[in-house]
Nanobody, 123 residues
Framework: QVQLVESGGGLVQTGGSLRLSCVAS????????VGWFRQAPGKEREFVGT???????DYADSVKGRFTISRDNAKNTVYLQMNSLKPEDTAVYYC?????????????????WGQGTQVTVSS
């Protein structure tokens, strides 16, 4: 059972930056694909980006060029660097982990989830 803990959320002004962290209890976290998703009030959870076991990244069009995912396997941690934040980025951000090798953009592909961290971007 992999436990994930997100942190780093907060309140930031438009154009600001935040870095979210997703720390795993699993020592072999490097074997997992890790995805970031977000859920705004009244909306469904949506894909933000993902990082593969070989550090290949993929992003939703809405965040491409502004968000960057990276991982530090020695710390069992995946990061989501968010720059040029917009009010529409306001949401609870979740990280998920999976051993699957396909369909990284689908919520159903992920077996493990963190509790989420709130990001609020003020205009």
């Amino acid at each position: 059972q992999v436990q994930l803990v997100e942190s780093g959320g907060g309140l930031v002004q438009t154009g600001g930056s935040l870095r979210l962290s997703c720390v795993a209890s699993e020592r072999t976290f490097s074997n997992y694909v890790v995805g970031w998703f977000r859920q705004a009030p009244g909306k469904e959870r949506e894909f933000v980006g993902t990082i593969s076991r070989s550090d290949i990244t993929d992003y939703a069009d809405s965040v491409k060029g502004r968000f960057t995912i990276s991982r530090d396997n020695a710390k069992n941690t995946v990061y989501l660097q968010m720059n040029s934040l917009k009010p529409e980025d306001t949401a609870v951000y979740y990280c998920g982990a999976t051993l699957r090798t396909v369909a990284y953009r689908l919520i159903s592909s992920y077996n493990y989830w963190g509790q989420g961290t709130q990001v609020t971007v003020s205009s």
